[in-house]
């Protein structure tokens, strides 16, 4: 297994010279290597590409960046990825994961979308969509517990201060490594550590129908049991929430 050196990892804000398309489950991404990815991969990657850089980009230019990355040399072994609020609600936004087609993900045109100025958000909420650290589906993942995770959210919460913004969410789930492993997820006390609240709890859509994930249902509550969890909170979303002031 490779071995890192905290003090080695870059933590700062993606910008146009290097977009980060596309999540690290196949490894970390450089370069040289962002637009391939393995035969095994059966997602329309080349599509998603083609949908997501000019996003990307456009959310940059209109509120200054939509990521934090973490670099350990020429790789990007982290992100976060956060967007405004008002432009999570938007018509076609999705969910917007980026390796996924809507409803999970945004609609094919959605750079095309007009964006709220910054100037004229009410809410000025920025909210977490996903974060990784390395690949939580690789077997073996040097990138994880090293603290990478708190330094990429203590850097956007610089990072939001700077740019006045007043709130910070970020869904997530009870303390269950499948969550990390599946989602990249962190759980609530995760957050919590880094002065978050819970704010709402409800349960998640997506995790309601057995036959929609039954394999990973089944993992979630046999790990939500093997804690005292009832079974059904483990499919609840949790909302976090920090105040900037």
Same mark, same amino acid.
């Given at each position: 297994?490779?071995?890192?050196?905290? =003090?080695?990892?870059?933590?700062?804000?993606?910008?146009?010279? +290097?977009?980060?398309?596309?999540?690290? %489950?196949?490894?970390?991404?450089?370069?040289?290597?962002?637009? !391939?990815?393995?035969?095994?991969?059966?997602?329309?990657?080349?599509? +998603?590409?083609?949908?997501?850089?000019?996003?990307?980009? #456009?959310?940059?230019?209109?509120?200054?960046?939509?990521?934090?990355? /973490?670099? /350990?040399?020429? !790789?990007?072994?982290?992100?976060?990825?956060?967007?405004?609020?008002?432009?999570?609600?938007?018509?076609?936004?999705?969910?917007?994961?980026?390796?996924?087609?809507?409803?999970?993900?945004?609609?094919?045109? +959605?750079?095309?979308?007009? +964006?709220?100025?910054?100037?004229?958000?009410?809410?000025?909420?920025?909210?977490?969509?996903?974060?990784?650290?390395?690949?939580?589906? @690789?077997?073996?993942?040097?990138?994880?517990?090293?603290?990478?995770? #708190?330094?990429?959210?203590? /850097?956007?919460?610089?990072?939001?201060?700077?740019?006045?913004? =007043?709130?910070?969410?970020?869904?997530?789930?009870?303390?269950?490594?499948?969550?990390?492993?599946?989602?990249?997820?962190?759980? %609530?006390?995760?957050? =919590?550590?880094?002065?978050?609240?819970?704010?709402?709890?409800?349960?998640?859509?997506?995790?309601?129908?057995?036959?929609?994930?039954? =394999?990973?249902?089944?993992?979630?509550?046999? @790990?939500?049991?093997?804690?005292?969890?009832?079974?059904?909170?483990?499919?609840?979303?949790?909302?976090?929430?920090?105040?900037?002031?």
């Amino acid at each position: 297994m490779e071995s890192i050196l905290i =003090e080695d990892v870059v933590v700062e804000p993606m910008t146009e010279e +290097f977009i980060v398309w596309r999540c690290l %489950h196949d490894g970390p991404l450089t370069r040289d290597t962002i637009d !391939q990815w393995p035969s095994s991969n059966t997602l329309p990657l080349e599509r +998603f590409r083609d949908r997501n850089v000019p996003l990307l980009v #456009k959310l940059t230019r209109t509120y200054g960046s939509c990521a934090i990355l /973490a670099h /350990a040399g020429d !790789q990007v072994v982290g992100f976060l990825r956060f967007y405004p609020k008002a432009v999570c609600d938007m018509k076609g936004a999705g969910g917007p994961c980026l390796q996924q087609d809507p409803p999970a993900g945004p609609v094919e045109d +959605f750079a095309d979308s007009e +964006f709220p100025d910054p100037a004229d958000i009410e809410d000025k909420t920025l909210v977490v969509h996903c974060m990784m650290t390395g690949s939580p589906q @690789q077997k073996e993942n040097p990138y994880q517990r090293k603290g990478i995770g #708190k330094r990429m959210v203590r /850097a956007l919460i610089e990072w939001a201060k700077a740019n006045r913004w =007043e709130g910070i969410e970020a869904d997530s789930f009870e303390d269950l490594p499948i969550i990390y492993e599946i989602t990249g997820s962190a759980g %609530h006390t995760f957050w =919590e550590k880094l002065g978050f609240r819970l704010v709402d709890r409800h349960p998640y859509p997506e995790l309601q129908d057995r036959n929609k994930f039954p =394999e990973f249902i089944m993992r979630l509550e046999e @790990q939500a049991n093997s804690i005292g969890l009832p079974p059904e909170t483990a499919r609840d979303r949790l909302v976090m929430r920090l105040d900037i002031t």
